[in-house]
């Protein structure tokens, strides 16, 4: 049985490395092309990024390859006798144990994550984290870990023990839990990681409450998040279930946009809530958890003893993390397929709140900043874009380029077709 899994993982993992090894292909045969939404220079420098993302990501694969056989050849024998002789009771040698693996995580993921931010992101102009934002953002990921996040596992621990059905138990538990952070991540979550103020312009904030009151939603407020002291980019958000929606505007977008095109962005936003997307994602979510839960609770006790462990409930936890990556490999496109019809018809709705020319402008804003190479090649769509591709999207809005010189891209450089 062992076997098996070892061999899936090794299928997965190369079916990844060979999309990611496909998509750089492609973005380094379209880098010397002729430039798109962008000028030449512009063009360059995102195609550069994307393949400098891909290395890191490709490195990424081996990395979880590695630490996946670690983990079951060795890992789990070798973590299980170090916390059976420090306890003597299944519950706490279970907490011993998720803490431990998620200690060894951390410390292999974290160069991976500095070398992002400070390396890459820095090359090109995004990260305005210090060092010290980084490690004050660490300490705080980690005591919310050891507080919240190890209250949640020791419920987990106590329900696997604790019931036959344990799996189910777990998936409701799980399942409710990702309803909750969805509820209080706008009001609580957030606010532990940023600065958010309530928008400053009397004039914009009316335009999008008189924008939202067409499309029939409250929410709690308008906040503007300093998203600039981490990073660059731009980007809002429509935060937060129930009462606790708010509308949360990056600093960097409202630099970069004007009001119109703020109030197409937010339309498409609107669009989400309006069609019950968020709602539609968490049903298919919901689903993917059962089937990791149903597996897992129905795997026989068999490969725990070829990892030379016992199945406390900390190890099949553990366990359902590492095996976790090649259920969701599967599902996630079907997920991403959805999310990209979903899109579609919220740009139709942003552009009838506003103007098919002002979310183009717009989109064309947000491609430039953030740096989005327009190609990528098919495989990779399928698998990860959970967005249309940025030319689709404009195609499908009536548009099709014309012409691209060195200045900015702009409005009437498209012609309705």
Same mark, same amino acid.
């Given at each position: 049985?062992?076997?098996? *899994?070892?061999?899936?993982?090794?299928?997965?993992?190369?079916?990844?490395?060979?999309?990611?090894?496909?998509?750089?292909?492609?973005?380094?045969?379209?880098?010397? %092309?002729?430039?798109?939404?962008?000028?030449?220079?512009?063009?360059?420098? !995102? !195609?550069?990024?994307?393949?400098?993302?891909?290395?890191?990501?490709?490195?990424?694969?081996?990395?979880?390859?590695?630490?996946?056989? =670690? =983990?079951?050849? /060795?890992?789990?024998?070798?973590?299980?006798?170090?916390?059976?002789?420090?306890?003597?009771?299944?519950?706490?040698?279970?907490? *011993? /144990?998720? !803490?431990?693996?998620?200690?060894?995580?951390?410390?292999?993921?974290? $160069?991976?994550?500095?070398?992002?931010?400070?390396?890459?992101?820095?090359?090109?102009?995004?990260?305005?984290?210090?060092?010290?934002?980084?490690?004050?953002?660490?300490?705080?990921?980690?005591?919310?870990?050891?507080?919240?996040?190890?209250?949640?596992?020791?419920?987990?621990? =106590?329900?696997? +023990?604790?019931?036959?059905?344990?799996?189910?138990?777990?998936?409701?538990?799980?399942?409710?839990?990702?309803?909750?952070?969805?509820?209080?991540?706008?009001?609580?979550?957030?606010?532990?990681?940023? %600065?958010?103020?309530?928008?400053?312009?009397?004039?914009?904030?009316?335009?999008?409450?008189?924008?939202?009151?067409?499309?029939?939603?409250?929410?709690?407020?308008?906040?503007?998040?300093?998203?600039?002291?981490?990073? +660059?980019?731009?980007?809002? &958000?429509?935060?937060?279930?129930?009462? #606790?929606?708010?509308?949360?505007?990056?600093?960097?977008?409202?630099?970069?946009?004007? @009001?119109?095109?703020?109030? +197409?962005?937010?339309? @498409?936003?609107?669009?989400?809530?309006? @069609?019950?997307?968020? =709602?539609?994602?968490?049903?298919?979510?919901?689903?993917?958890?059962?089937?990791?839960?149903?597996?897992?609770?129905?795997?026989?006790?068999?490969?725990?003893?070829?990892?030379?462990? !016992?199945?406390?409930?900390?190890?099949?936890?553990? /366990?359902?993390?590492?095996?976790? $990556?090649?259920?969701?490999?599967?599902?996630?496109?079907?997920?991403?397929?959805?999310?990209?019809?979903?899109?579609?018809?919220?740009?139709?709705?942003?552009?009838?709140?506003?103007?098919?020319?002002?979310?183009?402008? +717009?989109?064309?804003?947000?491609?430039?900043?953030? %740096? #989005?190479?327009?190609?990528?090649?098919?495989? &990779?769509?399928?698998?990860?874009?959970?967005? $249309?591709?940025?030319?689709?999207?404009?195609?499908?809005?009536?548009?099709?380029?014309?012409?691209?010189?060195?200045?900015?891209? %702009?409005?009437?450089?498209?012609?309705?077709?």
């Amino acid at each position: 049985m062992l076997e098996a *899994l070892v061999l899936l993982f090794s299928l997965y993992t190369a079916l990844k490395v060979y999309i990611s090894v496909m998509q750089l292909g492609y973005i380094i045969s379209k880098r010397g %092309k002729e430039p798109i939404l962008m000028n030449s220079e512009e063009y360059k420098i !995102a !195609a550069n990024y994307s393949i400098e993302k891909e290395k890191v990501a490709l490195f990424s694969h081996f990395v979880e390859y590695l630490f996946f056989l =670690w =983990w079951v050849i /060795f890992g789990f024998g070798f973590l299980y006798e170090f916390v059976s002789n420090i306890f003597d009771t299944t519950f706490k040698q279970s907490l *011993l /144990f998720v !803490a431990g693996y998620f200690a060894i995580d951390y410390i292999i993921t974290l $160069p991976v994550s500095v070398y992002q931010t400070f390396i890459i992101d820095k090359k090109y102009g995004f990260t305005q984290t210090t060092p010290k934002i980084f490690l004050f953002d660490q300490i705080k990921s980690i005591v919310l870990f050891f507080t919240v996040g190890f209250g949640v596992i020791a419920l987990l621990v =106590w329900i696997i +023990a604790s019931f036959d059905l344990w799996w189910f138990y777990a998936f409701i538990f799980v399942v409710s839990l990702i309803l909750l952070i969805n509820f209080i991540y706008p009001t609580i979550i957030a606010p532990m990681f940023n %600065k958010f103020s309530p928008l400053a312009d009397e004039e914009l904030k009316i335009k999008i409450e008189t924008l939202m009151e067409k499309s029939g939603m409250k929410s709690s407020g308008i906040f503007v998040m300093d998203a600039s002291k981490r990073d +660059a980019r731009l980007n809002a &958000y429509f935060g937060g279930l129930g009462k #606790s929606k708010r509308v949360v505007l990056f600093d960097t977008l409202l630099e970069k946009l004007n @009001h119109d095109e703020l109030l +197409a962005v937010l339309g @498409h936003e609107l669009g989400h809530f309006k @069609h019950g997307d968020i =709602w539609k994602n968490i049903i298919l979510m919901t689903i993917l958890m059962f089937i990791v839960f149903f597996m897992l609770g129905n795997l026989s006790d068999t490969i725990f003893s070829q990892m030379h462990t !016992a199945p406390i409930a900390g190890v099949k936890l553990i /366990f359902m993390i590492l095996v976790l $990556p090649l259920v969701t490999f599967v599902w996630m496109p079907i997920v991403s397929f959805f999310s990209r019809m979903h899109e579609y018809k919220a740009d139709e709705y942003g552009s009838n709140m506003s103007s098919k020319e002002n979310l183009i402008s +717009a989109l064309l804003k947000l491609v430039k900043e953030n %740096k #989005s190479f327009p190609n990528s090649h098919p495989i &990779y769509v399928f698998f990860y874009y959970s967005h $249309p591709p940025i030319i689709e999207r404009l195609s499908v809005l009536g548009y099709s380029e014309k012409k691209v010189n060195e200045d900015d891209f %702009k409005i009437t450089d498209f012609v309705k077709q």
